[in-house]
């Protein structure tokens, strides 16, 4: 696997020579977390991710916010499917196999990550990305990089996601 492209936030000019950024950020906080598609479980507040595909029914990776315990995301991935999909077993996903082994919970890694809406709502663009949220791999020196630790699902390709990973040079270290 290679690690994805990390992403630096876009800045342009403004008619007084301020620089500002092309995108809004949004930094999460306790009140505002739920209303962008996370749960929360036991004070850590999680969210499926997807792969891209627009067929995608379930999460192909999970991201909890700030950087936590293996084994914290790992319940709180269950969690997170539970209440969300009505379903706990966090091995396969419905209609699987139940006889195909899936041998091991991938390893949560420690990474950043930033929240845009694109365009900044002052400068509308009218691109494919106009007036929607996203989350992109970014430094964490880049401005408005939130600390994440993000779990592949057991069932997804070892693709699907593009989690950073620390064996391919990726700016992630393994959750403890």
């Known amino acids: ?34 209303d962008h598609g996370f749960i929360v479980h036991q004070g850590l507040f999680v969210a499926g991710i997807d792969g ?22 790992i319940a709180a991935a269950a969690a997170y499917m539970s209440r969300t999909h009505g379903w706990c077993n966090l091995h396969l996903y419905p209609g699987d196999d139940p006889a195909v082994l899936i041998p091991r919970i991938p390893r949560a890694v420690h990474t950043h ?35 994440i630790t993000a779990m592949r699902h057991p069932a997804a390709p070892t693709t699907a996601v593009g989690i950073p990973n620390p064996d391919d040079g990726a700016p992630a270290i393994w959750a403890a």
């Open 113 to 147: 990550s930033v929240f845009l809406r694109h365009p900044h709502p002052d400068h509308s663009c009218g691109c494919e990305w106009d007036d929607t949220w996203r989350m992109v791999w970014a430094p964490a020196i880049e401005p408005g990089a939130v600390p």
């Open 52 to 73: 891209g595909a627009d067929d995608d029914l379930y999460p192909d990776g999970f991201l909890v916010l700030g950087h936590q315990r293996w084994a914290d995301i």
């Open 1 to 34: 696997m290679t690690a994805p492209p990390l992403y630096e936030i876009e800045t342009s000019k403004g008619a007084d020579g301020t620089m500002r950024p092309a995108e809004q950020l949004w930094t999460p906080c306790a009140d505002g977390a739920a």
